[in-house]
């Protein structure tokens, strides 16, 4: 391309052909997705590729991509992937991408001031506080994820509990003592990291634990409050998990609201993944008593596919929520009128100034969907690890290692106190490109993790899936086939195993 005075094409045509080759190459990608390895390591040269000086000429759209081809596009993550059970991730969607290239041609800064796309985002905030129960002024902004959604839920009620003490300018040494949160011994360790990083401090975090269920124990909640009270403390919040990262359990969230009703305590829920259960008829039971939380995180990117990252903070009550956060600087100012008009701007309601179009992605996922069909996708991947809980009880070699409740099965092998075949038999699945669970640790001893998300994990695929456990495990104790391993059904899988 030939050079122009500014950053744009010198010619416009021939940028619109490399642009539409490169969006071709990319439905291509997505459309071919189960034809790839879940994942392979990034080869020694691609590595090489990203050590190289700050370049002083530009080579262009074309060479770039070649390179991003080349380079990057085989060696992602594989969330996409139908076989990728790893961690709670979403897969993403071709409508989402759109969408991102959409924003991305319009650039909005969504920090403040007056345009539609933050009406956009207010929307957002009206259709999540329908599907959850919030009264619709209830607050909400777009944040990355619900890691720094929880960690701003929690400033939110340490400005509740400050009160007039106005810990914002006076900090922590103005309150006349400690307050102390409470969640389950199975909460994300983000909600550990928000006591950290807001002062308060970790050990003031009291880890509750849970019931077979993996459930948080209500009585010994009320019995730490009251310990708490009893010396001199200042109980000011409890989390619930809707979901939690490990198992996806669910605490009894009506019990805990009920708890923080009484005590007079934020009530904060984690539902990362798990408070989108809502969108569904047959499993919004199982998150009853999210419509009492004061405060909700979670993340579009999970169980709604919305390309990273789009995390969500929706909180009650708007002017507490204003109060964390509002300061009035000369340059962020209202007007009246004109492109500086509005009254609270996302820059009001959390620490980013700068902030992208997170919404338009999001916005476009549910007008474009429905949220019919999207509940029904997170409705699918609960069926599919009931029927992978299903395989695992039948199989003699695996054992389940925690109740499944939504979408995560976790698991173990069979004669392994320690994990260790567990851990060889994700590694090799891992670096076979046929599949990718994880590996998490549940009351001190490894365990296979599969967190099934992705809307494109058919029944197939889980068939599949159990019988590459049952290779890989063969292969790792070093047992003979008892009879070939069969191709892979059309479509999803891989078939490379059959040489182990
Ligand atoms: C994923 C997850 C988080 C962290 O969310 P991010 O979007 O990764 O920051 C917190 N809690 C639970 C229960 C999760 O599953």
């Known amino acids: 391309m030939s050079e122009s005075k500014d950053l744009d094409p010198a010619d416009w045509e021939a940028f619109r052909a490399e642009a539409h080759g490169a969006l071709d190459a990319m439905i291509d990608h997505i459309r071919d997705i189960r034809e790839r390895p879940v994942w392979r390591e990034a080869s020694p040269e691609a590595k090489a590729?990203?050590?190289?000086?700050?370049?002083?000429?530009?080579?262009?759209?074309?060479?770039?991509?070649?390179?991003?081809?080349?380079y990057i596009k085989p060696y992602a993550i594989g969330n996409a992937h139908p076989m990728f059970m790893g961690w709670v991730q979403g897969a993403g969607t071709p409508v989402g991408m759109v969408a991102e290239m959409l924003a991305a041609g319009l650039d909005s800064n969504c920090g403040g001031r007056n345009h539609i796309a933050l009406d956009v985002e207010r929307q957002i905030a009206l259709w999540m506080a329908q599907a959850f129960g919030f009264p619709p002024e209830a607050s909400g902004i777009f944040v990355t994820g619900a890691s720094m959604a929880n960690f701003l839920s929690l400033l939110v009620a340490r400005e509740r509990a400050a009160g007039a003490r106005n810990v914002r300018l006076n900090g922590l040494n103005a309150l006349d003592s400690v307050l102390v949160a409470y969640a389950s011994r199975e909460v994300h360790n983000c909600v550990r990291q928000a006591m950290e990083l807001s002062g308060l401090g970790a050990r003031h975090l009291r880890l509750i634990a849970s019931d077979e269920r993996r459930a948080m124990r209500i009585a010994d909640l009320q019995h730490a409050i009251a310990a708490d009270r009893a010396a001199g403390l200042t109980p000011f919040m409890v989390v619930g998990s809707a979901g939690t990262v490990d198992t996806g359990a669910v605490d009894d969230l009506d019990a805990v609201a009920d708890v923080a009703q009484e005590e007079d305590i934020w009530f904060h829920i984690d539902g990362a993944f798990g408070a989108l259960a809502a969108l569904s008829p047959k499993l919004k039971p199982l998150v009853k008593g999210l419509e009492r939380a004061d405060s909700i995180a979670f993340d579009f990117h999970k169980w709604l596919h919305v390309p990273y990252d789009a995390g969500f903070i929706l909180v009650r009550d708007p002017k507490l929520h204003r109060r964390a956060f509002a300061?009035?600087?000369?340059?962020?100012?209202?007007?009246?009128?004109?492109?500086?008009?509005?009254?609270?701007?996302?820059?009001?309601?959390?620490p980013d100034l700068s902030r992208s179009f997170r919404a338009l992605k999001t916005w476009f996922t549910i007008e474009s969907y429905g949220v019919e069909r999207l509940g029904a996708c997170i409705e699918q991947t609960c069926r599919m690890a009931r029927r992978l809980e299903g395989l695992i009880q039948a199989s003699p070699n695996f054992i389940m290692r925690a109740p499944v409740t939504l979408n995560i099965v976790c698991f173990g092998a069979a004669d392994d106190p320690d994990g260790s075949l567990a851990r060889e038999i994700v590694m090799d699945l891992h670096e076979s490109g046929e599949a990718a669970p994880s590996l998490t640790i549940l009351d001190g001893?490894?365990?296979?993790?599969?967190?099934?998300?992705?809307?494109?994990?058919?029944?197939?695929?889980?068939?599949?899936?159990?019988?590459?456990?049952?290779?890989?495990?063969?292969?790792?104790?070093?047992?003979?086939?008892?009879?070939?391993?069969?191709?892979?059904?059309?479509?999803?899988?891989?078939?490379?195993?059959?040489?182990?």
């Open 49 to 70: 590729r990203f050590r190289r000086e700050l370049p002083l000429e530009g080579k262009g759209l074309a060479r770039t991509l070649q390179d991003f081809d080349r």
């Open 445 to 500: 001893v490894p365990a296979i993790r599969a967190a099934i998300i992705n809307h494109r994990t058919h029944e197939a695929d889980i068939d599949r899936f159990m019988e590459l456990l049952e290779a890989m495990r063969r292969r790792a104790l070093r047992e003979p086939h008892p009879e070939p391993l069969a191709e892979a059904p059309k479509g999803p899988g891989r078939t490379r195993l059959s040489q182990d």
């Open 327 to 350: 300061a009035d600087a000369a340059y962020l100012s209202r007007a009246p009128r004109g492109l500086a008009a509005g009254e609270t701007w996302p820059c009001d309601l959390g």
